[in-house]
C-alpha cells in the first residue's frame, strides 16, 4: 500500500526562495540561480537551511511544510530586504515585467 502523504507532495516545491535581483529562476536554471545567489553574496540555501526545522525523523509532508513555513518567515522578517517567494513562472513574469519597462538586472561579476 503506497503512503498516502507522499501522493500529496508537489513534483516540485510549491514556493522558492529567491531574491529580487536574481535573474534566474530556481525551478528551472537551479544551477545558475545558485551561482548568481553564491557570487552575490546571498547564500540564499544556507539561510533557508538555517531557519527551517527540519530531521530526517519527519515525514516528507512534514519536511516539505518546515521549508515552507521557514521561507514564509524569512520573506516576512526579511532582514537584508532582498528575499522573496516565488512560484514556478513567477520569475519569467517578472523578467517579462522588466524588460517592457526597459529595466534589466545587473549580473554580479565573476570578481567577487
Request: aromatic share 8%; glycine share 4%; net charge negative.
Amino acid at each position: 500500500m503506497a503512503d498516502a502523504t507522499s501522493s500529496t507532495l508537489p513534483d516540485r516545491p510549491e514556493y522558492m526562495l529567491t531574491t529580487y535581483d536574481n535573474p534566474f529562476d530556481p525551478f528551472t536554471q537551479w544551477d545558475e540561480w545558485f551561482v548568481w545567489d553564491q557570487r552575490a553574496g546571498y547564500h540564499t540555501p544556507g539561510l533557508l537551511d538555517r531557519i527551517a526545522t527540519t530531521s530526517d525523523e519527519l515525514s516528507d509532508a512534514d519536511q516539505h511544510l518546515a521549508i515552507q513555513q521557514a521561507i514564509e518567515e524569512i520573506v516576512r522578517e526579511n532582514v537584508t530586504g532582498v528575499h522573496r517567494k516565488v512560484k514556478k513562472g513567477d520569475v519569467a513574469r517578472i523578467a517579462e515585467e522588466l524588460a517592457s519597462e526597459g529595466r534589466t538586472i545587473a549580473l554580479p561579476s565573476d570578481d567577487s
